[in-house]
Each structure stands twice: as structure tokens, then as C-alpha cells.
């Protein structure tokens, strides 16, 4: 059952949450998270939705702020469900209008659970700099998908310079399966890998995040090409004596061959955006694969990542960030101007949390206990 | 040829990636016994379908049944069907089976063990399972040497340098020391210690291995966690149904060497162990293989241990028979289907804190839980009224159902007057974690294929629980009968007795 308040508070809002709460008999809580979705009206309900199948397995408050800018009065209406079919949890969708459209945070500060973790979720359009926004201050991670803006690979790039510990995005949750299956294929013994190429739908950023992966683990220079899809449809690592394949054209079962030995075949489902969000709320803990990752996008694909390597700092072409689209190219990109190298330094002293390619918090305090 | 030996892909920080087991193939020794089809099977598709084995893994059934090998998957996948935990998919069935082969033969034919060998080194030319193989002995103990020595003779348990062997047996690990020691023998000669899996589906419960994260890696609960705080520990063991058809294994065995020699005493070594150096198998056996020999019987033990049998009665709202009538069993027998046992740990943590142990058949519901009850406050500013209804501080560990744990403590009642009265404090552990607890086999057969054994019994630890239990078995088997308790109760009146004599009564789990 949903209870309805128009024209209503947060601690309104707090107090319905306590009454369905005791009405159901249930007193004690046992959630471990906040999870807030900040959406609009068109992708809130499938991005509930997916939530409340995560709250299956993560007892959580669900907190969806629709915000519904325009001309009038600020005012809150709020939609409470608490257990039910909606799931274990608690769910509160939010509209916000007028000019409070603008205040998320307000509305959203009283009503976190207290010491538990704050997770917040942007469908689509997510801001600029996760961590600079009024509701991303707040949270322990931050969840965006490149793959629902206008342009993903520009939004991509975006997130190289924007990233901050705990920001994570669903593209690179995508590539999981296929970084597993791929860790799995070298388990085993393999010659020395010269070189990756990952295809992909156009404009997928999951097959460029996977390059780019590639890329930083293998210290080869890694491609994207253009395929028919769906989604990530191979990755070929090259070696000196023939090739190790990992190809899905269905969306579900992969091959991964060798040219000079077995074929084997790997179910790789595509996976649904509900499985996306329970696989971000498994770990909290910033993702430190994840920031090496962006950090290697920024410097460039199809780089021959050892000169790079062996320069003093992590160099990023500005090239690359003016024209960010060009990264899915198949043909090697970012052709550096040491002209332009003096100016980035500048630019990332200015602001440490720019570059992802900065020492993490962890090295950081490493660091201050060695003094 | 430059083989690359470390896999760059793999990074410990790299947390999202799963651990996924080598190329292997796994060899299934009684396939079509219960265990194999309602756990084993579709534990391994369970694995599978969360991508945690490699499109190499392949699985051989073997039993003395005329199956080709389609029929052995299409029987595979009847029982995956049945019982596995997550959803069934085709692509995942179809990959799984396409490695899936079965030998014919009983377990003392040569030839079916040639035939073995043959099919196993084919699967490491096609399959590419490398020469890794593991066993699972899921067969009668009494199969054990016929099985292991075939697997000598025919060159099975050899391996060569990068391709190993494993061999996983199941409970029960012997009867006795005697027999204990001499199935290790067998098991040892042919395989290296730290290739031979001892299977407790227990320890391989979420809650259990729980049980030291929240021992070990918590502040508020380890400076209690001795004879200054706690004045007792009880472990309990509890199954509403009966025997059902186990009775040629049952009789003769007994709930004592059933449950209390392998589950409840690693509970109580898990509950009581000093805190290992570091999460590593030798380091928690070390701990476990000090508390066994530390543990103090009791002087009399007809005072301090009980066993009894249940009578015919009625459980949960059924007439059900007793343990005498039960099929198979002679109206005679003294096997023991309710045993209750205080132990002692001398050492400075434990010393003067009684554990009970107790397990039984068609007891009141099914529960497995390890209790720890705290002595009551040494003063209380109330008047006695006030704190007639407060019992004992109690931190319970629900192994199963709802795994979990519960806090008992006393909270003043709502109202004018002050009256304090026990209220629980509840940590649900299926709900509050994103993955659905997998079933203890698909984590253990994982650590097997891994070769990671934190949580499986070493064979001196399975000697050092029989020296253990040697003297009260042998105790009750010269003095009288097993107490006759009604089915659907919590075991006989002796088993309060036992515990009123030391001025305690059981928690009703």
C-alpha cells in the first residue's frame, strides 16, 4: 500500500515512513543503505524497479527525487510504500517543483538512515562532477551510465577528469563478465600478448572502458572497432604466434578460441540493468581498477603504453579531451605536442581531484605514515 | 615459446572479478546416490551458472549403472532442475554438459577404472581440462580402500609437474580413533595431506565462517569472550524428522558419532579458538587442534553426558514412530538418537566455563545455533521486583534456519513503573547482504577446485575429535540404555537434569 502526501516536508515524510513501519509490525530495520535515484519522469519507474530487486538482496531505503523544475511555488509530494510487494525495504518517491527542484539535498539529508552507507544512482544525466554535486557530497558511491547520455563517449571522457573515489558508472559494470571470462582465458598458459582490439556496438563505452582495461593491464596498445552488436561482440588479444578470441554475436553465448588450440564455448548473457545495480551495491569501497582504467582512457587507445610508462608524470593530450568521440576510432589517436604538456601540469596541480591519475587515498596515507 | 607465468589480468584490488576456478575436471564416485542428485549436481550447476567455473571444467560420473553418456546428463539434468538455487538456463546447461561424461563399473573393476583413466585423459585433449583432477568419494566409507587403491593402481592419483589431484571424502570420518586412523592411512598413502578434502557441508555455512568475522574483526564482542563474562556455551544440533530410510546406517552408529564427533565439536573449536595469526588454513587448524587438546571430560560421566531415543509421539501435529519401530531398526538396539555432553577447555580463557553440546532426532524444530549465555550483572540497583522476568545476557549465532545472530538483553518495560525484561536484538544474515547465501556444497566444492582449504578438517584434527568422544562412547556402550524421550519434545528429562545439576537449564532454540 502507498500512502500519498501533497504539499508535504521531509520529516512529514519521516513520520509516514515510522507509521507504515509499526502498522506492519515491524519495528527493527536491519537495512544497511541509503540508495537515492535521482531521475526524471521518464526513467524513474524502470530505474525503481531495478532498485527494488537490489533491495531483494540489500535491505535498503530507496529515496527517488524527481525533479520537476518550472515556474510557481517550490513544493514536495512524496509517495511512501514500506515492505509489501515493493520489497523488504522502504520506498519514498519524491517530486520536486518549482524552485525546489533545485534543493535536492534538503529534502534528502533528514531522511538517510543514520550510519549506513548513502548510495546515489543518476539513470541518465548525470552531473558533471559526481562528487561536486549537492546530493553527491553526500554519498560513499556514486553511480552514473555513460551509456544512457547523449554522447557516451564524450560523457566517457568526461568522467576521466571528474573522477573521484567512489564514483563508478554501469558501463564499466558491463564489462565484468567479460573481464572475468577474458582473466579466465589467461589462467591458463599463453604467449606474450603484443596487442588488443575490442568490438563493439558504435559508441558503446563499455567496449572502450574494456579496452582501455586491456590496455593498463597488459601494457599493449589496445583498440575499439565498430561492429553490429549487441553491445561488446568480441576481443582479440594478439600474440606473436596467433591470436586468443573471445567473440558474442547473440548477446549471450561467447567463444573463445585459440588459433592454435580449443574452441570452447562460455555462456556471457547481456546483463539487466537490475543485475547491473546488485553488482554495484556488492563492495562500497572505491574502485581502484576502475580509476587506473579511466586514468589509461585519458592518456589515449592504441597508445604503445611503454613510452608512456617511462615518462615522469601520467600525461593526458588535450587533444583527447577536445575531441573525446574519436577515442572509439579504430586507428591509434592522441598524438602528443610536448607543447601542450607544461599547460596539463599546470592545470592538474591546480586541482588534485581532476586527474584520476593522482596517487590514491591509499598510497596518500601510506605516504603520511612513512613521515 | 615465452609462456607468461603471472596473469596480468588478475589484480587483488580488482574485487568485482570472481575467484573462478582452473581447468579441471571433477570425478563423481556415486553419482546417483541422494547426496549427488539433490546437492552435488546441482550445486556444480550452481557454479556454473554464476560463471565460476572455467568453459573448461568437465564432470564424469561413475556407478555401476548402464547409462551412456547422454543418459548420465539427461538423470544430471532432471536432479539440476529440481534443486538448483538459481534460475535454469539452457546456454549454461548445454555448456556444462557438453563436458559431462560417465564411466560404467563397480568400484572394484579394473576395467572400468582403464576406462576412467582413458576418458579422463581424453577430456584433457579436448576439453582441455590440464590434467587436473578431483575426486569426490560421495560412496560408503566401506568403499574407501577399494576406490583409492584402484585409483593408485590404475595411475589416477599420479600427477605430473603443473596438473594436480585432489580427493574429497565426506563424513563419516571412521567410527572411531581406531577406524579414524586407519581410513587417514589408506587416504594418505596414496594422496599428499594437502591434497585430501574432508567434506563438513557445516563450515561451509555463511554463518559459520561469520562466526569469525564477527569474533575477529569486531571490538565490542572478543573482550567478553571468557570466564569473566560468559558462564556457559551451548551448542545445539536439532532435526524434527526422524531417520527415514538411513536406518542400515544409522543403527549402530548413533547421533554422538554422527553429528557431535565432526559438526558440534568445530562449531565449539570455531566458538573457542584463540585468534589466529592470519586467515590461512594452517594457521586456523593450528588454533582448532589447540582447543581438542585442551578439552577436559568430565569426571562422571554418568552425571554429565545423556543419550537417549525417541519414543513414538506426535511432532509438529503428526503421529510419527518411535525410534524401535522404525524400519530396519532391531527392537533391541542401543543406538543413541538424542546425546548431550558437557566438555571443559582448560585454559586461562575457558577455564570453569561448561560447553554443552546436544543433537538429537524428532526433536521440537530444526535449529542448529551455538549460544553463548553471559553470568548476570554482579549487582542491580533494582529492587528484586523490578527484575523478575530479566534472564541471562545471551549472543546466539544462528547457523540454520534464518542464519543470523540474535542479542539477548534486558530493556525496561514502557510505563511508570520500572520493570526490566529480556528483549532480542535480531541480524537477519540472508536479507542483509546483496548475495543470496550460496549453498554450503557450491562453496566448498569451489574451494576444492581452488585448492583453498581454510574450512576442511585436516585428519589429525578428526583423530583429536574421536579421542574426544572414544571415552563416553565407550562409557555408554557398558552402561545400560539410552533415556526414552517423546518424539517432538527437546530430548529426555535427564538432559535438564544434567544441566540442573549444575544449577543451569537449556535455552529453548
New interface residues.
Given amino acids: 500500500m502507498s500512502m500519498l502526501l501533497e504539499g508535504t516536508n521531509a520529516s512529514a515524510v519521516n513520520a509516514a515512513i515510522s507509521v507504515e513501519r509499526h502498522r506492519l509490525g515491524a519495528t527493527s530495520t536491519g537495512m544497511v543503505l541509503t540508495f537515492v535515484i535521482v531521475t526524471d519522469e521518464l526513467s524513474q519507474s524502470e530505474a525503481t524497479r531495478a532498485a527494488t530487486f537490489a533491495a531483494n538482496q540489500h535491505p535498503c531505503r530507496i529515496i527517488v527525487v524527481i525533479p520537476r523544475p518550472g515556474r510557481g511555488k517550490p513544493q514536495l509530494d512524496a509517495e511512501v510504500w514500506v515492505g509489501d510487494r515493493e520489497g523488504p525495504g522502504e520506498t519514498v518517491k519524491l517530486r520536486l517543483k518549482g524552485p525546489l527542484a533545485r534543493q535536492q539535498a534538503s529534502v534528502v539529508l533528514p531522511l538517510l538512515l543514520p550510519d549506513t552507507p548513502v548510495v546515489v544512482w543518476w539513470p541518465a544525466d548525470a552531473p558533471a562532477v559526481p562528487a561536486d554535486d549537492q546530493v553527491g557530497r553526500m554519498a560513499n558511491r556514486r553511480i552514473t551510465d555513460a551509456s544512457t547520455a547523449r554522447r557516451p563517449l564524450a560523457d566517457l571522457t568526461g568522467r576521466t577528469t571528474s573522477y573521484h573515489p567512489g564514483d563508478t558508472d554501469l558501463a564499466w559494470t558491463r564489462t565484468t563478465p567479460w573481464r572475468s571470462v577474458l582473466a579466465t582465458a589467461l589462467d591458463e598458459p599463453h604467449e606474450q600478448i603484443i596487442a588488443a582490439t575490442v568490438s563493439g556496438e558504435r559508441n558503446n563505452p563499455s567496449a572502450t572502458l574494456l579496452a582501455a582495461w586491456l590496455q593498463a593491464r597488459l601494457k599493449v596498445p589496445a583498440v575499439v572497432k565498430n561492429s553490429r552488436g549487441p553491445g561488446i561482440t568480441g576481443v582479440v588479444l594478439k600474440t606473436k604466434n596467433g591470436d586468443i578470441g573471445l567473440s558474442r554475436h547473440d548477446g549471450r553465448l561467447a567463444e573463445l578460441t585459440r588459433t592454435h588450440g580449443l574452441s570452447r564455448k562460455a555462456p556471457l548473457p547481456r546483463r539487466e540493468l537490475r543485475e547491473l545495480v546488485s553488482e554495484e551495491l556488492r563492495r562500497l569501497d572505491a574502485d581502484e581498477i576502475y580509476a587506473e582504467t579511466l586514468a589509461e582512457l585519458a592518456k589515449g587507445l592504441g597508445e604503445p603504453a611503454r613510452k608512456s610508462r617511462s615518462a615522469k608524470a601520467p600525461v593526458r593530450s588535450s587533444k583527447v579531451a577536445a575531441t573525446p568521440a574519436s577515442t572509439a576510432g579504430a586507428k591509434p589517436i592522441a598524438k602528443r605536442s610536448p607543447a601542450t604538456r607544461p599547460a596539463r601540469r599546470k592545470v592538474a596541480a591546480k586541482d588534485p581531484s581532476a586527474s584520476p591519475a593522482q596517487p590514491t587515498t591509499a598510497t596518500k596515507a601510506k605516504r603520511k605514515a612513512s613521515k | 615459446?615465452?609462456?607468461?607465468q603471472t596473469?596480468?589480468?588478475?589484480?587483488l584490488?580488482?574485487?568485482?572479478?570472481?575467484r573462478?576456478a582452473?581447468?579441471c575436471a571433477l570425478v563423481l564416485f556415486g553419482v546417483t546416490g541422494d547426496l549427488s542428485r539433490k546437492k552435488l549436481l546441482p550445486a556444480i550447476y550452481d557454479l556454473?551458472?554464476r560463471?565460476l567455473l572455467?568453459?573448461?571444467f568437465a564432470l564424469v560420473g561413475f556407478a555401476r549403472r548402464d547409462w551412456a553418456d547422454q543418459d548420465f546428463a539427461q538423470i544430471a539434468e532432471e536432479s539440476v532442475r529440481a534443486h538448483c538455487r538459481t534460475p535454469f538456463?539452457e546456454?549454461?546447461w548445454?555448456?556444462l554438459s557438453?563436458g559431462m561424461r560417465f564411466v560404467a563399473g563397480s568400484f572394484d573393476s579394473d576395467e572400468a577404472f582403464i576406462e576412467l583413466a582413458h576418458v579422463l585423459s581424453d577430456l584433457d585433449r579436448?576439453?582441455?581440462t590440464?590434467g587436473n583432477h578431483a575426486f569426490y568419494l560421495s560412496i560408503p566409507p566401506g568403499f574407501f580402500p577399494t576406490v583409492i587403491d584402484k585409483l593408485r593402481t590404475s595411475g589416477l592419483s599420479a600427477n605430473d609437474a603443473g596438473s594436480w589431484r585432489r580427493v574429497i571424502v565426506e563424513k563419516p570420518f571412521g567410527h572411531d580413533l581406531k577406524s579414524a586412523q586407519e581410513l587417514n592411512k589408506i587416504v594418505d598413502d596414496v594422496f599428499p595431506p594437502g591434497s585430501v578434502f574432508r567434506i563438513d557441508h557445516y563450515l561451509g555455512k555463511e554463518t559459520v565462517q561469520n562466526l569469525l568475522a564477527v569474533r575477529f574483526a569486531n571490538t565490542m564482542f572478543e573482550p567478553i569472550w571468557n570466564n569473566k563474562y560468559v558462564d556457559h556455551v551451548e551448542i545445539t544440533m536439532a532435526e524434527d524428522i526422524g531417520i527415514g530410510s538411513r536406518a542400515g546406517y544409522y543403527d549402530g552408529i548413533g547421533a554422538a558419532r554422527d553429528v557431535i564427533q565432526n559438526h558440534l565439536l568445530q562449531l565449539l573449536a570455531l566458538t573457542a579458538m584463540e585468534e589466529p595469526v592470519s586467515f590461512n588454513a594452517e594457521q586456523i587448524r593450528l588454533e582448532k587442534e589447540k582447543v581438542f587438546s585442551a578439552i577436559k571430560l568430565p569426571t562422571d560421566l554418568s552425571r554429565h553426558t545423556v543419550r537417549g531415543q525417541y519414543s513414538a509421539g506426535w511432532q509438529g501435529g503428526e503421529p510419527v514412530k518411535g525410534f524401535l519401530e522404525e524400519d530396519g531398526i532391531p527392537k533391541t538396539s542401543k543406538t543413541d538418537t538424542f546425546a548431550a555432553i558437557k566438555l571443559e577447555i582448560d585454559s586461562r580463557r575457558w577455564a570453569g566455563v561448561p560447553f554443552y553440546l546436544r543433537t538429537g532426532k524428532r526433536l521440537g524444530r530444526r535449529v542448529t545455533e551455538i549460544a553463548v549465555v553471559f553470568k548476570r550483572a554482579p549487582h542491580l540497583p533494582f529492587s528484586a521486583t523490578d527484575t523478575e522476568e530479566l534472564g541471562s545476557n545471551a549472543l546466539v549465532i544462528r547457523v540454520q534456519p534464518d542464519e543470523g545472530i540474535t542479542i539477548k538483553f534486558g530493556s525496561k518495560v514502557p510505563g511508570t513503573q520500572m520493570e526490566v525484561r529480556d528483549v532480542t536484538?535480531?541480524?537477519?544474515y540472508g536479507?542483509?547482504?546483496?548475495?543470496?547465501s550460496p549453498e554450503a556444497y557450491e562453496r566448498l566444492i569451489l574451494d576444492v577446485l581452488l585448492g583453498e582449504p581454510p574450512l576442511f578438517p585436516r585428519h589429525r584434527e578428526v583423530e583429536m575429535s574421536w579421542e574426544i568422544l572414544d571415552p563416553i562412547l565407550n562409557h555408554w556402550a557398558t552402561h545400560g540404555r539410552p533415556d526414552t524421550y517423546e518424539a517432538g519434545t527437546w530430548g529426555p528429562p535427564e538432559a535438564d537434569e544434567m544441566l540442573a545439576r549444575d544449577g543451569r537449564e537449556w535455552r529453548r532454540p
Fill in positions: 615459446m615465452a609462456v607468461q596473469n596480468p589480468l588478475r589484480d584490488n580488482d574485487r568485482r572479478l570472481p573462478v582452473g581447468p556454473a551458472n560463471g572455467p568453459p573448461t538456463h546456454d549454461v548445454e555448456q557438453s579436448v576439453r582441455g590440464n536484538m535480531d541480524f537477519a536479507d542483509s547482504f546483496t548475495e543470496s
